[in-house]
């Protein structure tokens, strides 16, 4: 049993509206350096509440009536709607660089470099070098891949993503999902992955956590999860996933 | 009723742009013909267009031999009916379930006036709702529920066409099953000609026979259920269901 | 309960009517101006058994006297009690802005529902009259229609009509296009319904409580204009009471009596005030 301290804690969180109507309810999770939990559930859950906790990015009705929350290192954020998480007034090479002068300590030429760098990683054109976009220049996905620059410019050890692919179209989002599995090989940062699909958090992450109604009802690794639940609700969720024939091998 | 619904070289257009091509397409009857594409396809523009909502540039909708032209008559109009994807916006939000599901059964004068109620409670019953919906508002019900209402507005006509335009999109996955089996039950029992619209793939190869891919405004694949989600014909037809996820088995 | 029979269970109950009282009750704004309009309202049917003295009641030799226990609020320049004018004023004026208001409210509501519903050249076409009466000032109209057919309360009304209806027509219209994009409206057509009987039955619905909170305001802006013009001497005339000639007919004397002007001055501002109110507190009630 190895006795790292995971890098972000929850303890016994409870959220509730001004008139103390509870939204989550005792709420504990914890995530290791480099691992990814999936929170999964149906509207009304908790689970982006859950999330926004986090980062202490709740809304002004609701209260933490109780719990604690330690993160060992720094966090960051990917919401739904990519084109509404960016500034339409302007381009996203200077937004971009503009978060990496503030998060790293560089001068704004150097921050202007490593923005394109960052973006060419995730997959946008070189011809940003020449010439700057704006939002609406962009499809859905490829604002998304910018959120994500904006995200991984901050350097963050753990990055937290509320339901990013949701709005976007399925190959857009195997796309986007591979670009993040493949970002998070290679710079070692841990997730938590919120979404109400469950097979998208299969395929994601290495441990699940199932809400309902603000209550955790099961946790722990995700093939005993989906494998061998015991959980009503968490059965119910996993034979509402439609299944899909095996697709044949297609002879390139 | 046994005519069956062709869409002949339906191409619309919105000032520049390009919304359907060049459209041919056959819904053979009492079956249920799955479209699938991505966001800017064109699927839901085809839908309004077979249900008489948008009036294609060229091209024509075909109802066995009559054409169904811009202006339909009520006879046409009663043949196809829609339940689309938002539940907050399909049902007026003024008036009472009654007469939700009750009005156009008093307009095409389907029932006599004394019968209304009654057949309001048979149609609440075929989609499982109880009968003391009727005098309440939409907003009173959940989304899922909603839909069933929404449902029974549309069969209230005896239709005989039904188009589903993203249904349960909008809806929990926990709901999502119910209404799909609704949607199938009510689909054999009133023998309907259903043409399903949704972008997953899951919900597709639950409920149709047939499926049609669509990709930027044009038809791009036609087959039958089992050939397409194991042999698609098309490499676009490939890309989609290699990037659904699936479940680890 | 398994989540299938939760389905299938309405989520609250209660009718309609029921709802809009209990949230009534809860509205502060709505009750306040509610209970405001209510006493002026009922003051001003009641007139006859609630004033002392006959309105139109002259005696020189009790003029311009200062509230006493006799004339409540004192007499004006021709002896005439006061308080019982400032009754009989809101009987005119409050009759005069609702009988102004009709017309232009049905006219104005279904334009707007046909420019909004229809569309195009429908909706081009309403939008072009309607830019073009607003260009002119209301005030300028309604001089124009005094010198035409006459002051008084016909001119009101015949100036009101000619452009009263413009402010529920764009409100209206705005609404209506939005409607028009929703699913229940495109239902409502699938059914084969005609569109005289969507309008009807389906958007006017829902466009009337927005058209009735726009009422209030405009039945406050009206309300001054009416007080305006009997200011200026071209609106109802007297002997009528009216509070605006109350107004002008005190002017002379604002230093000594105040309150010859500025009673039926505040008699406006109240009811401005409780018209107000019951349009905020409608508007909250409706979009809770």
């Not at chain 3, 009466?133 to 002051?151: C, E, H, K, M």
Request: glycine content about 8%; charged content about 20%.
């Amino acid at each position: 049993m190895k006795a790292v301290d995971p890098i972000l804690k929850v303890e016994n969180l409870s959220l509730t509206t001004i008139d103390h109507k509870p939204l989550v309810n005792d709420v504990s999770l914890s995530v290791g350096s480099g691992e990814s939990l999936g929170l999964v559930g149906e509207s009304g859950s908790g689970k982006s509440l859950t999330l926004r906790s986090i980062l202490g990015l709740l809304p002004s009705s609701i209260r933490q009536a109780g719990g604690k929350i330690t993160a060992n290192g720094k966090c960051a954020m990917v919401f739904q709607d990519p084109i509404g998480s960016l500034d339409p007034l302007s381009p996203i090479v200077s937004q971009l660089a503009e978060v990496v002068y503030y998060n790293q300590n560089v001068s704004r030429k150097a921050a202007r470099t490593i923005a394109v760098d960052l973006l060419q990683m995730l997959g946008l054109p070189e011809s940003l070098k020449h010439k700057d976009r704006y939002p609406r220049q962009l499809s859905g996905g490829q604002c998304q891949r910018v959120v994500i620059a904006m995200a991984l410019a901050r350097k963050p050890d753990i990055l937290l993503c509320d339901e990013p692919t949701t709005a976007l179209d399925v190959t857009v989002q195997k796309q986007i999902l591979d670009t993040i599995t493949n970002l998070q090989k290679e710079l070692g940062f841990a997730m938590v992955f919120v979404t109400h699909n469950l097979a998208v958090a299969s395929a994601m992450c290495g441990r699940l956590c199932v809400m309902k109604e603000g209550r955790i009802v099961e946790q722990g690794d995700t093939m005993q999860v989906v494998g061998h639940s015991k959980d009503p609700y968490t059965r119910m969720l996993i034979d509402a996933v439609l299944p899909l024939p095996s697709l044949e091998r297609r002879a390139e | 009723m046994e005519q069956s619904l062709h869409v002949e070289n339906v191409t619309v257009t919105y000032g520049g742009f390009t919304a359907l091509k060049q459209i041919h397409l056959e819904l053979p009857v009492q079956t249920t013909l799955g479209l699938v594409g991505e966001s800017g396809s064109g699927k839901s523009t085809l839908a309004r267009v077979i249900a008489g909502l948008i009036t294609p540039a060229e091209g024509r909708v075909m109802l066995g031999s009559e054409e169904l032209g811009k202006r339909r008559s009520r006879q046409q109009r009663k043949m196809i009916q829609m339940v689309f994807q938002n539940p907050d916006s399909s049902l007026n939000p003024k008036h009472t379930i009654k007469q939700i599901i009750g009005e156009a059964l008093l307009f095409h004068k389907i029932v006599d006036r004394s019968q209304v109620e009654n057949r309001c409670r048979e149609l609440l019953r075929m989609v499982h709702l109880d009968e003391h919906a009727l005098n309440r508002y939409p907003h009173e019900f959940s989304g899922g529920q909603r839909q069933r209402i929404a449902i029974a507005r549309a069969i209230s006509v005896e239709p005989s066409i039904l188009i589903a335009d993203e249904p349960t999109s909008a809806l929990d996955v926990s709901v999502q099953k119910s209404v799909l089996e609704l949607l199938s039950k009510l689909k054999s029992e009133l023998k309907l000609t259903m043409l399903f619209i949704s972008h997953d793939l899951g919900v597709i190869n639950a409920i149709s026979d047939t499926v049609a891919v669509m990709r930027k405004g044009e038809l791009v694949e036609v087959s039958s259920k089992e050939q397409f989600f194991t042999r698609p014909e098309t490499d676009y037809g490939y890309e989609l269901l290699s990037a659904v996820p699936r479940m680890p088995l | 309960m398994n989540h299938m029979e939760a389905a299938l269970q309405p989520l609250h109950a209660g009718t309609k009517k029921n709802s809009f009282i209990r949230k009534a009750l809860r509205t502060p704004t709505f009750l306040c101006g509610s209970i405001m309009m209510a006493i002026l309202v009922f003051m001003a049917v009641f007139a006859p058994y609630l004033t002392p003295y006959d309105p139109s009641q002259l005696d020189l030799s009790a003029a311009l006297q200062p509230p006493s226990s006799e004339h409540w609020l004192g007499t004006d320049q021709l002896g005439r009690d006061l308080f019982s004018r400032l009754i009989y004023a809101a009987r005119t004026d409050l009759k005069v802005m609702v009988l102004a208001e009709i017309i232009p409210f049905i006219l104005g509501v279904f334009i707007g529902m046909a420019a909004g519903y229809f569309g195009k050249w429908v909706n081009s076409l309403i939008m072009l009259t309607t830019d073009t009466f607003i260009a002119f000032p209301f005030y300028l109209i309604v001089i124009i229609i005094a010198f035409v057919s006459g002051t008084g309360e016909q001119g009101i009304y015949i100036t009101f009509m000619l452009v009263g209806w413009i402010v529920y027509a764009r409100v209206i219209r705005g609404l209506s296009s939005t409607f028009r994009k929703q699913e229940w409206i495109a239902s409502a057509k699938m059914l084969g319904l005609s569109d005289v009987r969507i309008i009807l039955k389906h958007l006017l619905p829902n466009v009337l409580p927005q058209a009735v909170i726009v009422l209030m305001t405009d039945m406050a802006l009206l309300l001054v204009a009416i007080v305006t013009l009997g200011y200026l001497g071209i609106g109802i005339a007297p002997p009528t009471p009216d509070w605006g000639t109350m107004i002008f007919d005190g002017q002379p004397f604002i230093t000594t009596k105040w309150w010859l002007s500025a009673m039926p001055g505040l008699a406006v501002v109240y009811t401005g005030i409780a018209l107000s109110l019951i349009g905020d507190g409608l508007a909250d009630i409706w979009r809770r």
